[in-house]
């Protein structure tokens, strides 16, 4: 174990799983097939699951592997399952068209990112290898939300809404040595019980809206 | 497992008379859930059963804890290592928690009977759970998180509770003001309580009171006056009343016997403990403006409130505004509590409070006996229109008697309780005279006045109420079949009524608890009244004693009736038609109305009430042969009109325009959200 | 028992009297010679005797208002110095918890005139909580002048501390407690207590109902009460003389009684009675003036 620690202190491979993590928002966020979508949320979800074995070595937590475990079982393996379930049941396939271009969002997520950077002191968190933890993450939050803005369909809103809770999963750790399993287990049944009704009620708008479009729902407002 | 993992889960020991609240609550808990999971409807009313069980059990913990004044319970709700909810209940709050347990438990066994009338029972037993649950944990509040968590909870399941009759849309009306008031006022609660946080850094109610203890006047200024219109929002207070005469008699009469009876008493709750706790304390250094501003506003609501409970012909709704009158009566001691200790006379200043916290009590006790009585007369005569009922006593005679019980109390006629607390307010008020000012002296007396004029007028109010309900000849065919409600309801309101006698004959009881709070100059309110004994105050000023009024009059009774047994022969009854100037055809039209019974004082105070009548006659053949005359007459509701309108209509202006920022397109959300989030970011960086 | 504990039976015993010397000064101002002075015991005693006729509509609260007003009424007689003013049985209340306890009889008599389901009883309470409504806070404003100027509501404390009248204040206050007293005894100009006009009468149109023993009780409680507002009356404004021996406050008690009856007197003869709608101006007149006395003693002092 002490050897694995250097290595991890040595190659940085803290700060290297969670730029891994970054990349594969940015690839979200420029990507217009929902399918590439779903593939990038799967490798940022193992990414995320490394990075806490890689925490539970380096800190010795050992509640973490618990934690890294339960994270692919369920990010990586049963959320995607549902959703290419969810995907093929309302056959959308691609987001047809953004608002913004794909140049343009890669410019906006890099000067997003720079913001973050800028502003980000470095977090609270005390080994060297992980100080740019709390700013990648930060960044994938805000990437995130900024893909949700971006995009009409609901689908790819809620991909972008699962990418933001691994972001936040992410600065937990930067910020707390590792939550409690008990909340990290609250709050990844949370994000299964939220995925799946956001799956009934993605169904449901199409049913009522025969498209998953979101421009569709202002005919909501009074 | 290490310690962190309990998070969730009370963090602290429970010490203190606690374990007992705890074991109350378990039962309320198990209550709610058989609600919901019970199989059979017909078994639903054991759930109430628990209630009152859990209540029942709470109203013992809290004034063991009142008597034995032993260590206050705590308990913590651990969120995250930085948030918690912290649950402590000092003296204060057990005698709110015990003043809900009181009327919770009759409530809740009225319930039991009277649930097979509502129309959703398993919403309305678990809400009605819920409510109560919330209302305990809004008392037992020890810092500012945790009450508001527990205020919120509070008002959105009233709320719930007054809408539950889905099909009415006037109850519906009723809720959405309500819900609107209620809110405006929990944000001015919200911003008194941000203001002392930022001052002090504390959230804890104790932390505030030590961190306050030496800011500016200025400061604690507007924190009182924040808090003061908030918690007033929910007491009811004279022009913010406005929700509770629709609110109140919208919810099932046994929601609203605790709407009226505990939950505007949290607005109290909520006055004395930011004015007499965070804000004062002892030692602390008072405004005499804040006492002037809080019995000004008691002398108006007290007045205004009875004048408008004098007009209504809804039952209901007439109970409702008594509310806002009795309200007015509690803080008129209040008031003069907070005049009194910003002079330091600490122990008038006991007296004055030791009165509003008698008849907070009181009020409680008799307002919730008089709703069910409402509930019941409803329950039996199918209307809350009094000029659809009469004779109702001859056919509800237990209802009745409990009812009139409940009206001599709220009357403040000896010898019952209401008596106890308003001969206190007197007391405290004409002593007000030895305030150092002119002015503090002319307004606590002209607050007596108010004191004296609400009196009248509440017997006014409550002679029509209960004269024509109960006595006379039925006015409608569903008032002569009038039934007496069933046993649990009737036991209900014989408890209440019990205690109304209990609390009016010896207030020594009440008042010895009330020595344990912690308020300065309160000591000696209750060290010079042991049970029984009179009742006297401020060195010997004056006393009474409540005890005797009754013995003498039952010895009285007594006498008269030895001698009528020794002296005379028995003479002879005979029954027959009332009086009718020998025209032989009395019928129940003829009686005196509710509304010919106030029409006088509809005349001498036209200046406020504006009657409108309309009269309106139709013809077969004009102007000849009239076929029909129909007479409508109301009272303008001048608040609405020139207060509440322009103000709904200019805020309905205001929000077309803000109107805009609403797209109705997810993305423009998201933005907003965004935007918020990086401007959070820059304001820490 | 010494005599302050039985000082109130002067009241109960004596008051059909009061009644009976009013009347006879009445008939004296108005030329008549009027029945004897002891003509209302003679009524009392005829009314024991009889049966009773009661309404088939009226419930059991009919029954009990007649003791409860005789009762409520005794108690508060218990409460006020009448001769000597040491405190009263037992001390067992003030001139608040006496107004209340008179005002616990109102509130049933009230009741017992909506009883019997008739329109005269209803139009008699629906009067009287009127003018309830605009006498009882003034009596109380004025009892909060002498009150306040005594240094206690004890009614005991006050007359020790008096004389007749001590302050420009107290002059306001009487008057207003005068025209309270007249609303409350239900004598002219607010209502006509000799008559059964069904149209005009208050006090007579609730108790119209009642015959036989309740009417005998319900009158003679309204002769205590008449006496003892003018007891309150002396003990607030005119207490000199009271401290003295026995037989001397008999006398002074006695004297200050024949004068304000022969101003009631003088009052219910010299006038006429006013329709019930101009009542307010007559009352809230005097509701201003005890609300002025009050104010102007604590501005001023005494």
């Known amino acids: 174990m002490p050897l694995i620690k250097r290595w991890i202190e040595i190659f940085g491979a803290i700060d290297f799983i969670s730029v891994g993590m970054l990349l594969s928002v940015v690839a979200m966020s420029s990507s217009k097939r929902i399918e590439s979508c779903l593939k990038a949320y799967v490798i940022n979800s193992w990414l995320l699951a490394l990075l806490m074995a890689a925490f539970a070595v380096y800190l010795s937590i050992p509640h973490l592997y618990i934690a890294a475990f339960f994270t692919i079982a369920g990010k990586c393996v049963l959320i995607p399952y549902f959703l290419r379930k969810v995907i093929g049941e309302l056959k959308v396939t691609r987001e047809v068209e953004p608002y913004l271009s794909t140049p343009v969002s890669l410019i906006i997520s890099f000067a997003l990112v720079v913001l973050v950077y800028s502003f980000i002191a470095g977090g609270i968190f005390v080994a060297g290898a992980a100080r740019n933890v709390l700013k990648i993450s930060v960044s994938i939050i805000l990437i995130s939300l900024f893909t949700m803005m971006n995009r009409k369909k609901a689908v790819t809103q809620v991909m972008g809404l699962l990418f933001m809770e691994n972001g936040l999963f992410l600065a937990g750790f930067s910020l707390t040595y590792g939550m409690p399993t008990i909340i990290e287990l609250g709050v990844l049944f949370d994000m299964m019980m939220g995925v799946m009704i956001l799956g009934v009620f993605l169904t449901q708008i199409k049913k009522s809206f025969v498209s998953v479009d979101l421009d569709k729902l202002t005919s909501l407002k009074g | 497992m290490c310690e962190s993992d309990f998070y969730f889960f009370i963090h602290k020991e429970v010490f203190g008379t606690g374990i007992l609240l705890l074991i109350s609550l378990a039962f309320f808990i198990s209550g709610a859930v058989f609600f919901t999971v019970a199989p059979k409807k017909a078994s639903l009313h054991y759930c109430y059963v628990l209630y009152a069980a859990g209540a029942g059990l709470s109203a013992f913990s809290f004034a063991e804890a009142l008597y034995g004044g032993g260590a206050p319970m705590a308990f913590t709700l651990q969120i995250s290592p930085a948030l918690s909810m912290g649950f402590r209940s000092g003296p204060l709050q057990d005698f709110f928690g015990l003043l809900l347990s009181v009327a919770a438990f009759a409530a809740s066994v009225y319930s039991a009977g009277y649930m097979k009338n509502t129309p959703a029972p398993r919403f309305q037993g678990l809400f009605y759970g819920l409510f109560i649950l919330s209302m305990g944990a809004v008392f037992i509040s020890g810092d500012a998180l945790s009450f508001l968590i527990s205020w919120e909870a509070m008002s959105l399941v009233s709320y719930f509770l007054v809408v539950s009759d889905t099909e009415n849309e006037t109850s519906q009306n009723a809720g959405l003001t309500y819900a609107t008031m209620t809110h405006i006022g929990t944000s001015f609660i919200i911003g008194a309580f941000m203001l002392a946080f930022s001052a002090t850094g504390s959230l804890e109610f104790t932390g505030m009171a030590a961190g306050l203890a030496g800011k500016s006047m200025a400061l604690k200024s507007a924190i009182f006056i924040l808090a003061f219109i908030g918690f007033g929002m929910k007491a009811g207070i004279f022009p913010l009343h406005i929700w509770l005469p629709k609110a109140h008699p919208a919810a099932p009469s046994n929601v609203s016997a605790l709407m009226s009876g505990v939950m505007i008493k949290a607005g109290i709750y909520g006055i004395m403990l930011m004015c007499l706790g965070v804000l004062g304390g002892p030692g602390a250094h008072y405004s005499t403006w804040w006492g002037v501003v809080i019995l000004a506003t008691g002398a108006v609501s007290s007045v205004m409130g009875v004048l408008y409970a004098l007009m209504e012909q809804d039952l209901k709704r007439l109970l409702a505004y008594s509310s806002v009158e009795n309200i007015g009566i509690i803080l008129l001691g209040t008031g003069a509590a907070v005049v009194f200790y910003s002079f330091g006379q600490t122990a008038l200043a006991g007296l004055a409070l030791a009165a509003a916290l008698y008849h907070t009590m009181n009020h409680a006790i008799f307002k919730s006996l008089l709703f069910l009585g409402s509930g019941s007369v409803m329950h039996g005569a199918h209307s809350k229109n009094l000029e659809e009922m009469g004779g109702l006593l001859k056919r509800m005679p237990y209802t009745g008697l409990f009812f009139l019980m409940g009206s001599v109390a709220i009357c403040a006629l000896p010898p019952f309780n209401g008596f106890v607390s308003e001969w206190l307010t007197f007391q405290a008020l004409i002593l007000g005279s030895s305030t150092p000012p002119a002015y503090t002296r002319v307004i606590t007396l002209l607050g007596g006045a108010a004191l004296a004029l609400t009196g009248a007028l509440a017997a006014a109010a409550f002679v029509k109420a209960f004269g024509v309900a109960f006595l006379g000849l039925p006015r409608s065919g569903k008032a002569r079949q009038a039934k007496e409600a069933g046993f649990p309801m009737t036991a209900a309101m014989g408890f209440l009524a019990a205690l109304c006698l209990l609390l009016g004959v010896a207030p020594g009881f009440l008042l010895r608890l009330i020595s344990a709070l912690p308020f300065e100059g309160l000591k000696e309110m209750g060290t010079a009244a042991p049970i029984h004994s009179p009742v006297i105050i401020a060195g010997g000023f004056t006393g009474f004693w409540p005890a005797a009024i009754l013995v003498s009059m039952l010895l009285g009774l007594a006498i008269i009736l030895a001698l009528a047994g020794t002296l005379g022969r028995k003479r002879k009854i005979t029954y027959a038609d009332s009086w009718d100037c020998g025209i032989k055809a009395l019928t129940p039209r003829m009686q005196y109305t509710a509304t010919a019974f106030t029409k006088p004082l509809r005349v001498i105070f036209k200046t406020l009430y504006m009657p409108r009548k309309e009269v309106r006659i139709s013809f077969k053949l004009k102007p000849l042969f009239v076929s029909g005359i129909t007479y409508h007459s109301d009272i303008t509701p001048f608040l609405e009109n020139y207060l509440y309108r322009p103000f709904t209509a200019f805020v309905g202006k205001a929000a077309m325009k803000i109107r805009h920022l609403q797209s109705g397109k997810l993305p423009l959300y998201l933005g907003y959200i965004m935007l918020t989030l990086i401007g959070l970011l820059l304001a820490w960086a | ?302």
């Open chain 3, 1 to 302: 028992m010494g005599m302050s504990n039985l000082q109130f039976l002067i009241i109960i015993l004596l008051s059909p009297l009061l009644q009976g010397i009013i009347r006879k000064m009445k008939a004296y101002a108005q030329g008549r010679i009027g029945p004897g002075v002891l003509q209302p015991y003679w009524d009392l005693a005829r009314l024991f005797r009889k049966d009773m006729v009661i309404s088939e509509a009226a419930s059991w609260i009919f029954h009990a208002t007649p003791f409860i007003v005789f009762l409520s009424t005794m108690a508060a007689s218990l409460m006020v110095p009448v001769t000597t003013p040491d405190a009263p049985v037992l001390a067992i209340g003030d001139i608040v918890a006496l107004l209340y306890t008179l005002a616990l009889g109102r509130f049933f008599l009230v009741l017992a005139g909506l009883d019997a389901g008739t329109a005269f009883g209803g139009e008699g309470s629906s009067r009287e909580a009127t003018v309830a409504i605009l006498v009882e806070p003034m009596m109380m404003l004025a009892i909060f002048t002498a009150a306040v100027a005594g240094g206690s509501t004890k009614l005991s404390v006050i007359s020790k501390s008096m004389h007749i009248l001590d302050s420009p204040a107290h002059v306001l206050a009487f008057a207003a407690f005068f025209v309270a007293l007249i609303a409350d005894t239900g004598r002219i100009p607010v209502d006509n207590p000799d008559t059964h006009l069904e149209l005009t009468m208050i006090h007579e149109g609730m108790v119209l109902e009642y015959s036989g023993r309740y009417l005998a009780l319900l009158e003679w409680a309204h002769y205590m009460k008449q006496m003892l507002l003018f007891t309150i009356a002396i003990d607030l404004f005119f207490p000199y003389g009271i401290a003295g021996g026995a037989l001397q406050s008999a006398l002074f008690y006695a004297a200050k009684v024949l004068v304000l009856a022969a101003a009631v007197a003088a009052t219910e003869s010299s006038r006429a009675k006013l329709r019930f709608f101009q009542l307010p101006s007559l009352l809230g007149g005097a509701f201003v003036l005890s609300l002025l006395s009050l104010i102007t003693f604590v501005m001023l002092g005494r």
